[in-house]
């Protein structure tokens, strides 16, 4: 059974910073890639960040770029991300996702979602 | 940045009751690979989003088989074709063709 259990949200204030972890089990975690995507409260999914199997390739929604920083840690089958300058907007609750595997001829889809983690961003 | 947009944003249905709801992107969703990667997510209330359906019509494992996706290129639709309560909640449609990914605004689904 698949399962990824995203820690390390909380309250910060503005300009402040977290680490976010998510621990996957059920699937050869080496083998995906993996997302972030995050859900303001009351309000739509956004895609934050994704980071290649090996971690040596990744990309950022423009509204991050610059402030978060996304790793993996095969090892451990350990998603991060480091979330800096926090600022208001970004307030929402941060979900870890099995994301693709890609073949000679087709990927896979981002398919499991873990339960989240809430960030809150105020003074 | 690719745009999805859904109608409706609302969708009222009785139960056993079909309902339909329409994702267009503002641009072709086939890849260079010859796949379109089109998923269609589901959010029940207090709940994280699941995968229903994937490149466009392929239903995801354990999804009940009254879910159904078509479409091509740049329209789509989901349809559930007799509405449970079990079905209430949100239903975005996301692509994973290109970076970033984007979703649709998302269809809420409620019995009337």
């Known amino acids: 059974e698949v399962r990824l259990l995203e820690s390390g949200g909380g309250l910060v204030q503005p300009g402040g910073s977290l680490r976010l972890s998510c621990a996957a089990s059920g699937f050869f975690f080496s083998s995906y890639a993996m997302s972030w995507v995050r859900q303001a409260p009351g309000k739509g999914l956004e895609w934050v960040s994704i980071?290649?199997?090996?971690?040596?390739?990744?990309d950022y929604a423009d509204s991050v770029k610059g402030r978060f920083t996304v790793s993996r840690d095969n090892s451990k089958n350990t998603l991060y991300l480091e979330v800096n300058g926090l600022r208001p907007e970004d307030t929402a609750i941060y979900y870890c996702?099995?994301?693709?595997?890609?073949?000679?001829?087709?990927?896979?889809?981002?398919?499991?979602w873990g339960q989240g983690t809430l960030v809150t961003v105020s003074s | 940045d690719i745009v999805l947009t859904q109608t409706p944003l609302s969708s009222p249905v009785t139960l056993g009751q079909p309902a339909s709801i329409s994702c267009r992107s503002s641009?072709?969703?086939?890849?260079?690979?010859?796949?379109?990667?089109l998923t269609w997510l589901q959010q029940r209330p207090g709940q994280p989003p699941r995968l229903l359906i994937y490149k466009i019509s392929n239903r995801f494992s354990g999804v009940p088989d009254r879910f159904s996706g078509s479409g091509a290129g740049t329209d789509f639709t989901l349809q559930i074709s007799r509405v449970e309560a079990e079905d209430v909640g949100v239903y975005y449609c996301?692509?994973?063709?290109?970076?970033?990914?984007?979703f649709g605004q998302g269809t809420k689904v409620e019995i009337k």
């Open positions: 980071i290649s199997d090996s971690g040596d390739s990744t």
């Open positions: 641009q072709s969703l086939v890849h260079s690979d010859g796949n379109t990667y």
């Open positions: 996702v099995k994301d693709q595997y890609c073949g000679s001829h087709s990927c896979s889809p981002p398919d499991y």
């Open positions: 996301m692509q994973a063709t290109q970076f970033p990914r984007t």
